[in-house]
C-alpha cells in the first residue's frame, strides 16, 4: 500500500507520509480543460459551486489521479443541462446544480436529504450516463465524495489514507447509495494525560486528525480537561491542563487573551505523570534521543515552558498558545462539519491562585454565586477564545469506583445550577452538557436528567475502561440528546494492541437500542486503532448485521453484566445447603427481562458480594415493572 501525503501552506510538516483533505487555493481553484483525457471522467462543478462543492471535487480528482495515474478534467458548467455525458457532477442541495434538475425523481430525492445525507447515483440520459454526488448540506456533499473514493479501493483511517499499489485502466461507477446516519452526532474524544495521546499534538497534526473525521463520515471532536489536582499526589497530574482557563471576566482581555491566570500543562518529558517518570530525551537509551528535537520533548505549547510554567507571564502564554492552536484548529474543523466541545469537572475545582484573587477581593470562592461568576468568565474568554459547539461538564472520576456521599451530589447538582444561569447570563454562541465516567450518581444514574434542562446533552464514557458495556440507564432517559462514548481502548494497555472491533459494533448496537443519537469513541493512540476506529464510524451508519432487539424491553434474560463463580470461597451466611445457591452469580447486571403470564407474583431477590469489602462500595436500586 501507498500513502499520499498533501501540504497544507502555511504549517510545518515533518515526515509522515500522512494524507491531509486539502483546503488550500487548490481546492477552491478551477482547472481549465486542458489535462490529458484518459481513463477518468471529468468532474464538473456550478460556475458558483459552494466550497464544499469545490473541496468535494477536488478531492474526488485527487483520488481518481491516484488510482488511475490519469489528472481528471475539472470544469464549470453553467446549468445542469450543460453537463457532459459521463462526467462526476457535484451537487449540494439548494445549490445551481440541485435546482436546475429537469428529472423530477432525482430532485425529489436530493430535496428530501436531510442536512448529514449523501446520495451517489449512476443516471442515464438520452446521451449515456453521469453520476451524481449530492449532499444535504456542504459536510455531506464530501461525504459522498469520499465514499466515492472508497469505491475506488481508498480506504480511510484516523491516522491517514490507505491507497492500493498499482493503477487501474478504466474507472466504471455503477452507484445508487443513499447514506443516512444512526446517530446525529458521530466522532472521537481524544484524552489528554498521557504521552501516547494528544498531549503531544501540534497544530499540524490537531489538523491532520480533524481533516480525516470527514473521510470517516464522523462530525465530533471533543477533549476532557484534567482540573489543578490539589492533592499533589505523586504519580498524577501535577497541575491543570491548559485546554480551559478558570477565572474571573476581568482577568482576559478582548481577543481572549489571558491576563492573570495560574500554571497549567501538557504531557512532557521533563515533567512525568501517571506511569512516566520524567527524563531527558538525551537520556534515552540506544540512540533514541537523537529523535527527538528537544531533550524536554512536548507540544509546540510547552516548548519553553517544560516542565511547567514558572512566571505568572509563563503561565498566561501556555494559555494563550493552547487557544491559538484551538482556534485555528477548530476553525477548520467548523468548516469541515465537525462539532466541537471542550470542559472541565463539576464540581468545578477552582485553581489556589485563583482562590486567593477572589479572597483578595474580598469573595468567597465556596460561595455559588462566586461560583457562577466564574463559570461566566470561562464561558466568554472561550467564546473569545476559539469556536466551540459544546462546553460539558464531566463528573468525578471517583464515582466510577465508589457511590457518592449525599454532600458530593448536592456539590455537583448546585455547581450544575451554577453553571447553567451562567451560561444562560452570558449567552455564549455554544450548547452545554455532560459527560463523565458514569451517567450520574452510582445510586442514581439517571438523577440529571430530572434536574438538568432537556436543551442539555447527556453523556458518559462505559465504565471498567470499556470493559463494560453501554450503560442501559440511557434507555431510561427521554426527550434529551444522548451520547455514548465506548472506549476504543483502555488506558492501562496502551503499550498493547488492542484488537476491539467487535467491542465497537456491540456498544454502537446497544447505542442505537438504548435511544442514544451520539456516539463517541474515547482514545490516545491513532495509527494501532484503525481497525477499532473503523469498526465505530461504520457502525454510525450501518448496522444491517445487527441481531439485537430493537428495544431493551424485547430482550429476554439478563441485560449486561457478566458470569462470576466463587467456587473456593467460603459463603457466609447463606444457610444449611444453599452455599451452592450463591456460588455462580450475574456481576454488574444492570436487570432481567423474563416473560411470564400476567397475574401476581411474589419476588424472592438474592445477593452475594464477592468483591467490594467497604461499606458503600456497591450500591444500586431496585426496580420491578418500573416501581
Given at each position: ?39 477518468s ?86 446521451s ?8 444535504g ?15 475506488l ?143 524536554d520533548?512536548?507540544?509546540d ?26 482556534r ?47 463559570y ?67 445510586s ?9 434542562p ?143 403470564p400476567?397475574g ?28
Open positions: 500500500m501507498r500513502g499520499t501525503r498533501t501540504e497544507v501552506p502555511g504549517m510545518k510538516h515533518r515526515s509522515n507520509g500522512r494524507t491531509f483533505l486539502v483546503l488550500s487555493a487548490i481546492a477552491v481553484a478551477v482547472f481549465q480543460a486542458c489535462a490529458r483525457k484518459g481513463p471522467p471529468d468532474i464538473v462543478i456550478a460556475r458558483d459551486a459552494s466550497w464544499h462543492e469545490r473541496a468535494a471535487a477536488a478531492e474526488i480528482r485527487r483520488y481518481l489521479y491516484l488510482r488511475t495515474g490519469d489528472l481528471p478534467v475539472l470544469r464549470e458548467a453553467e446549468s445542469f443541462s450543460r453537463i457532459p455525458t459521463g462526467a462526476v457532477a457535484i451537487l449540494e442541495k439548494g445549490g445551481t446544480f440541485a435546482q436546475g434538475l429537469s428529472d423530477p425523481g432525482a430532485a425529489a430525492k436530493i430535496a428530501a436529504l436531510g442536512p448529514e445525507d449523501y446520495w451517489l447515483k449512476t443516471v442515464m440520459r438520452r449515456g450516463p453521469m453520476v451524481l454526488v449530492a449532499g448540506s456542504g459536510p455531506a456533499v464530501l461525504y459522498g465524495a469520499y465514499q466515492l473514493a472508497e469505491k479501493g481508498v480506504r480511510f483511517f484516523l491516522e491517514g489514507d490507505v491507497v492500493p499499489d498499482g493503477t487501474v485502466e478504466k474507472v466504471s461507477l455503477d452507484l445508487d447509495e443513499t447514506g443516512h446516519p444512526l446517530f446525529a452526532i458521530r466522532g472521537i474524544q481524544p484524552f489528554h494525560d498521557f504521552a501516547e495521546g494528544p498531549d503531544w499534538w501540534t497544530l499540524e497534526n490537531y489538523k491532520a486528525i480533524l481533516g480525516q473525521l470527514p473521510k470517516l463520515r464522523l462530525n465530533f471532536f471533543g477533549l476532557h480537561t484534567y482540573p489543578e489536582n490539589p492533592s499533589k499526589e505523586k504519580g498524577a497530574t501535577p497541575n491543570a491542563e491548559p485546554t480551559v482557563w478558570i477565572g474571573r471576566e476581568g482577568d482576559f482581555g478582548a481577543d481572549g487573551k489571558v491576563l492573570a491566570s495560574y500554571p497549567a500543562s501538557y504531557q512532557n518529558t521533563a515533567r512525568g505523570n501517571w506511569g512516566y517518570e520524567a527524563k531527558k530525551t538525551g537520556d534515552f537509551h540506544f540512540g533514541a534521543g537523537l529523535l527527538f528535537e528537544r531533550d520533548f512536548g507540544n505549547v510547552m516548548a519553553g515552558f517544560s516542565p511547567d510554567p514558572v512566571t505568572a507571564l509563563d503561565s498566561n502564554q501556555v494559555f494563550d498558545r493552547a487557544a491559538a492552536v484551538f485555528d484548529a477548530f476553525t477548520l474543523a467548523r468548516l469541515l462539519g465537525v462539532k466541537t466541545c471542550v470542559g472541565t469537572e463539576t464540581a468545578l475545582t477552582i485553581p489556589d491562585l485563583v482562590k486567593k484573587r477572589l479572597a483578595d477581593s474580598g469573595r468567597d470562592p465556596k460561595d455559588p454565586a462566586v461560583v457562577k461568576d466564574l461566566k468568565g470561562m464561558f466568554k474568554r472561550i467564546a473569545a477564545a476559539y469556536p466551540v459547539d459544546y462546553y460539558w461538564f464531566w463528573t468525578n472520576e471517583g464515582w466510577t469506583w465508589s457511590d457518592a456521599s449525599p454532600e458530593a451530589i448536592a456539590s455537583v447538582t448546585t455547581d450544575l445550577a451554577m453553571g447553567i444561569e451562567a451560561w444562560r447570563e452570558a449567552a455564549p454562541p455554544f450548547s452545554l452538557a455532560t459527560c463523565g465516567w458514569v451517567l450520574g450518581p452510582p442514581d444514574r439517571t438523577l440529571f436528567d430530572r434536574v438538568l432537556k436543551d442539555v446533552a447527556m453523556s458518559c464514557i462505559n465504565r471498567e475502561v470499556g470493559k463494560a458495556p453501554v450503560d442501559p440507564g440511557f434507555s431510561r432517559i427521554s426527550g434529551r440528546s444522548l451520547w455514548a462514548i465506548p472506549w476504543m481502548e483502555d488506558d492501562p494497555a496502551l503499550t498493547s494492541p488492542q484488537l476491539w472491533a467487535g467491542r465497537m459494533r456491540r456498544d454502537a448496537a446497544d447505542a442505537l437500542r438504548y435511544g442514544c443519537d451520539g456516539l463517541l469513541g474515547i482514545h490516545w493512540r491513532t495509527r494501532v486503532l484503525s481497525p477499532n476506529v473503523l469498526a465505530l464510524a461504520r457502525a454510525a451508519w450501518d448496522q444491517s448485521w445487527n441481531t439485537l432487539p430493537s428495544r431493551v424491553a424485547d430482550d429476554i434474560g439478563p441485560i449486561t453484566g457478566q458470569y462470576v463463580a466463587f467456587r473456593d470461597h467460603e459463603i457466609a451466611g447463606a444457610g444449611l445447603g444453599r452455599a451452592a445457591v450463591y456460588r455462580d452469580v450475574r456481576d454488574r447486571v444492570f436487570g432481567y427481562h423474563l416473560p411470564v400476567n401476581i407474583y411474589s419476588v424472592t431477590l438474592q445477593f452475594v458480594e464477592g468483591e467490594i469489602k467497604q461499606k458503600g462500595g456497591r450500591v444500586f436500586d431496585v426496580l420491578i415493572q418500573g416501581r
